[in-house]
């Protein structure tokens, strides 16, 4: 069926206020395999599709007067969603993601002879903006939301993302990556075991207060030299920029920080660095930020970023969030319409998230809680302690987030907990835990199996 009836004649435009529908392409996708392992498709784990036959529908429209394209493209249903049985359209910023959802819609209705019993948005980072977005301004456009580490508040964190760079340029210094790699691994070391588990997870930064510059000085044996080095000052400084987050000229916030055990040092970290055989080091590019700062705000691509002053910096952070806020920030906490229609909504945030801040996600659910007190009705956040940006790290990532969203909708049952595992480490073990809706924390009862999920509770 799937495949016989993937023609265009199937399917018709949707009703669309303010649109005008252009093209539409159907094409039959025959014995399609796929193994998808977990992280590569947010809020699940991994999935192995074999031999799938399925419709491919690309539709392609505009908003007249706006000189726009989009293309919007329903997968009935997309690689992973359909090894679990699921129709899935994908989209990008604001008013596109209720496009999306209306055609999703409309193409589902045309193909299978009926709407959709329930409707999902699942996504991270980027996806999980998106997901927010669509609670906030168009909370009829789905039942249940499963997102991770959000980039919300995004004309807050896209330029303060910025802000170990700029502190980079105005010393004029660039520390060895391993330095800064060194600073992390003895932070981790110093608070790792407050959890009553060495495990290289810190389950809660609240309580680690390593002093890093009690390391300048300090001999490594440093991985970019192949030779003995000593922890200089610049990267302490550089390392605390990280963790202190965005500053103004009088040192206060800005915007958040990074925790103690984020990644310092990558292609997905704020404090790049590369050097030279000869011991030059300069910043790498962290395209995120400086690809929003020069494209969007200075509107310059050629712009020189390593001469930004305090002054321009603190302009360009006000001008982001002044220009930006209503298109892409994404932080307003007024979800009553969501919660009015029965919309259910799971983040999660690994609290060693090395590009977005985790606290962002704090102060947001504490924002949509001082609104409505009762939003544990209708919205958990899970932090995930040792986890990285959306999957990776040394702790465990909540393979499940979807599946109790599933059943949470479906059910009327929220979850309690979400069950979390890690990656391999390097003997093949991983971490079992139950991560736990916030304000609660994760514990160990002190006698069980480290690995087990069973040997943790929430409090």
């Known amino acids: 069926m799937v495949v016989t009836a993937c023609t265009p004649s199937t399917f018709t435009y949707p009703t669309l206020p303010r649109a005008s529908f252009q093209i539409l392409k159907a094409n039959p996708v025959r014995n399609y395999s796929a193994y998808v392992q977990a992280g590569c498709n947010p809020n699940h784990g991994s999935i192995n599709v074999v031999d799938a036959d399925f419709c491919n529908v690309t539709i392609t429209y505009t908003h007249p007067g706006q000189n726009d394209t989009l293309h919007v493209a329903a997968f009935l249903a997309m690689t992973a969603a359909v090894g ?49 977005m669509l609670a906030q301004r168009y909370p009829e456009a789905y039942d249940g939301i499963a997102a991770g580490a959000p980039a919300f508040n995004f004309g807050q964190f ?60 300090t001999t490594i044996n440093c991985t970019d030299t192949r030779l003995p080095l000593n922890i200089s000052s610049t990267a302490v400084t550089v390392a605390q920029a990280v963790l202190s ?72 952070f006000h001008a982001s969030v002044q220009q930006y806020t209503s298109i892409m920030g994404t932080n307003d906490p007024d979800l009553r319409e969501f919660h009015e229609r029965g919309g259910k909504m799971i983040t999660y945030h690994g609290l060693a998230d090395p590009i977005i801040s985790p606290l962002g996600s ?23 302690p040792g986890l990285g940006h959306c999957y990776g790290g040394t702790g465990a990532y909540p393979n499940t987030t979807f599946e109790a969203l599933q059943t949470w909708v479906e059910t009327g049952v929220a979850p309690d907990t979400l069950n979390a595992t890690s990656l391999q480490d390097n003997e093949g073990e991983v971490l079992n835990r139950p991560l736990c809706p916030y304000p609660q924390k994760q514990y160990y009862d002190g006698t069980g199996d480290t690995r087990s999920k069973g040997s943790f509770y929430c409090k």
Request: contains cysteine.
């Open 158 to 217: 896209s330029v303060a993302d910025y802000w170990t760079h700029f502190i980079m340029d105005k010393l004029k210094a660039y520390p060895y990556p391993c330095e800064l790699n060194a600073i992390r691994v003895t932070a981790i070391a110093a608070c790792d075991a407050s959890d009553g588990i060495i495990d290289g997870v810190i389950s809660d930064p609240d309580i680690c207060h390593f002093d890093a510059t009690t390391l300048i000085g």
């Open 84 to 132: 679990q049985g699921y129709a899935a359209v994908s989209n990008l910023a604001a008013v596109s993601l209720y496009d999306g959802a209306v055609i999703g819609k409309s193409v589902i209705k045309d193909f299978y002879g009926q709407p959709p019993m329930y409707s999902y948005w699942s996504g991270c980072s980027q996806g999980r903006r998106q997901g927010m």
């Open 362 to 384: 704090k102060h947001y659910y504490d924002a949509v809680q001082a609104r409505h007190p009762n939003a544990h009705e209708f919205y958990r956040l899970f932090f995930a």
């Open 245 to 316: 987050g965005a500053r103004d000229s009088s040192n206060s916030s800005l915007w958040y920080g990074m925790n103690q055990d984020a990644v310092l040092t990558s292609d997905l970290a704020l404090a790049g660095t590369s050097c030279t055989t000869n011991g030059t080091c300069t910043r790498t590019q962290f395209s995120i930020s400086e690809d929003w700062i020069k494209l969007f705000l200075l509107k310059n691509r050629t712009a020189n970023l390593s001469t930004m002053t305090h002054a321009d910096f603190e302009h360009i």
